[in-house]
């Protein structure tokens, strides 16, 4: 974020949790920017808005209790029993899960209910349903070119039906680079990761 992320950006963070991406990238956006960050845990949500008013970044970072996905919908929503936890998903992990019903939104449906003309970064960090986000962003990821900075989970991907093949290829069509650690990753290397990595995609202009 430090090395592309500059005053006046708007930034999408998908996955907020209790708000470290979304402070740093306030921080740099400045009052001339905008940050807006989902976070669906409700119990986490509330702790995402108190950080942000404790960094003073309430002009700035637009917090929303909602979950991105590929449809607006109603869906069921699985809470671990440890307060704070970076794991609550979409998807279901275990039985010791909870379950309650939250709203989705898509990317597309977002943009253009707030009328937003410009998106430089989206930051997706979502446990497994990244996929699903990724297409119900397809006309903005297509119309405006935003750089994305996407957290993978192979096994619940997998456990969602869907493949790194799905995403790579969504992602090459949409005429994406992806970078892992500054190196151009090919669909190989790409779809045979077993385990959690980050990738940078950067939109061919």
Same mark, same amino acid.
């Not at 704070?84 to 990317?107: C, D, E, H, Y």
């Not at 979502?126 to 297509?142: D, F, H, P």
């Given at each position: ?5 500059? !005053?006046? $950006? ?10 470290? $991406?979304?402070?740093? /990238?306030? !921080?740099?956006? =400045? ?5 807006? &960050?989902? *976070?669906?845990?409700? %119990? /986490?949500?509330?702790?995402? !808005? ?6 003073? #970044? %309430?002009?700035?970072? @637009?917090? %929303?209790? *909602?979950?991105?996905?590929? +449809?607006? %919908? ?8 440890? @307060? ?12 010791? !899960?909870?379950?309650?019903?939250? +709203? /989705? ?6 943009? *253009? ?9 989206? +930051?997706?960090? &979502? *446990?497994?349903? @990244?996929?699903?986000?990724? =297409?119900?962003?397809?006309?903005? #990821?297509?119309?405006? +070119?935003? $750089? ?16 790194? =093949? ?9 005429n994406y680079n992806i970078y892992y650690q500054n190196q151009l990753l090919d669909e190989n290397t790409f779809c045979t990761k077993e385990y959690f990595f980050d990738v940078h995609l950067f939109p061919i202009i």
């Open positions: 974020f430090r090395k592309n992320c500059v !005053q006046g $950006m708007t930034v999408i963070d998908i996955g907020a949790h209790l708000g470290l $991406m979304s402070v740093i /990238t306030g !921080q740099l956006v =400045k009052t001339s920017g905008k940050v807006y &960050a989902f *976070e669906p845990a409700p %119990s /986490t949500f509330i702790t995402l !808005q108190q950080v942000i008013h404790l960094n003073n #970044l %309430s002009h700035v970072v @637009e917090c %929303s209790n *909602e979950a991105v996905f590929d +449809k607006d %919908s109603t869906i069921d929503f699985f809470i671990n029993q440890n @307060e704070g936890s970076n794991a609550n998903s979409l998807i279901q992990r275990n039985n010791k !899960q909870n379950s309650l019903k939250i +709203k /989705t939104v898509t990317i597309d449906s977002f943009i *253009e209910r707030k009328k937003i003309e410009k998106l430089n970064i989206i +930051k997706i960090d &979502a *446990e497994g349903v @990244e996929y699903r986000i990724l =297409k119900g962003a397809k006309s903005t #990821l297509t119309k405006l +070119k935003p $750089m994305i900075i996407l957290s993978i989970h192979p096994v619940l991907i997998i456990k969602n039906n869907d493949s790194l =093949k799905d995403i790579y290829d969504f992602l090459i069509g949409l």
